[in-house]
């Protein structure tokens, strides 16, 4: 990417529910789910912080838990006082930022697999169109995982079932190219294992499928799900560094891991 001027830079703001509710439809016993929710947005936080087309990421969740791990990551935390579900804390949340005016992006935060360079050519897709306002649709088709839009007060949430349809229809244009780990969102344990076979997880969320053993036991708990370990070699080379991306962040660069998940 050639040189990026400031004011080219987006705010992303990144909602995450408060653990107890997370995840729901992720079928793993509760700790584990909460371990999982705060991991995978760990991995998200981290390479969104990463991209050149960010100039702060913000947390939006009343859960101080994972407001501590946000700012921990170099990340600001912007406590949830929406009641009324995602759509409503997001536009909450977008008219509270201490930025107010300028680019904004709002992304969701169960992207285990996130890199840097695909939010960066998302959010590039945006400047360079002529809507002023973008979305990227998640790989199963119908979610959105990324909107974004030039000017805050254009960002109008419309999050919910079949979600991207209506965001195109409002205007926004739909994001193109593979944009992977952009749109591997992680509800259940269907797209976790999909994930898997596709894409080295982030560091965090690696080592934590790789010290529950959670691929093996949803194998000899639940054999409907089939999950054996795919790519382990690829999960555990992303404790070191990406097998094929140099840049990919190393486990020692993210400052959380194995104590988020003890009990
Ligand atoms: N701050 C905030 N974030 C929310 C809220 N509802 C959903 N989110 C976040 O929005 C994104 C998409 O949410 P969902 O897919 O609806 O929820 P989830 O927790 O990922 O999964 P399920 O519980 O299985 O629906 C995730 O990052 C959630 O954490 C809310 O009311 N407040
Ligand atoms: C929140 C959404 O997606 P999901 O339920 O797939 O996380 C959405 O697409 O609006």
């Known amino acids: 990417m050639s040189t990026v001027k400031a004011t080219q830079r987006f705010v992303t703001l990144i909602p995450a529910k408060g653990l107890t509710g997370a995840k729901r439809r992720l079928e793993v016993d509760p700790k584990q789910r909460r371990a999982l929710a705060m991991c995978f947005l760990a991995d998200a936080v981290a390479a969104a912080s990463r991209a050149q087309l960010v100039k702060e990421v913000v947390v939006l969740t009343p859960d101080p838990s994972l407001g501590g791990l946000a700012g921990s990551l170099g990340a600001t935390w912007l406590p949830d006082q929406a009641v009324g579900g995602l759509n409503a804390a997001v536009r909450d949340g977008v008219r509270r930022l201490r930025h107010p005016v300028g680019h904004v992006a709002v992304m969701v935060a169960d992207l285990p697999a996130l890199d840097a360079s695909e939010l960066d050519t998302a959010l590039g897709q945006l400047l360079d169109s002529d809507s002023g306002r973008l979305c990227v649709e998640d790989r199963s088709g119908g979610g959105t995982t990324l909107l974004a ?55 965090v969320t690696a080592r934590a499928l790789s010290d529950l053993r959670l691929f093996e036991r949803v194998n000899r708990v639940d054999g409907r799900h089939s999950i054996s370990f795919p790519r382990r070699g690829s999960i555990l080379a992303a404790r070191g560094r990406h097998p094929s991306d140099d840049a990919h962040v190393r486990s020692e660069e993210v400052p959380v891991g194995a104590d988020y998940l003890r009990p």
């Open 149 to 203: 839009a030039r000017e805050a007060r254009a960002l109008v949430p419309q999050f919910g079932e079949d979600s991207a349809a209506r965001h195109h229809e409002a205007g926004f244009s739909l994001a193109t190219g593979a944009l992977l780990g952009l749109r591997l969102d992680v509800d259940t344990l269907d797209d976790l294992r999909r994930a898997a076979a596709l894409r080295s997880f982030g560091p």
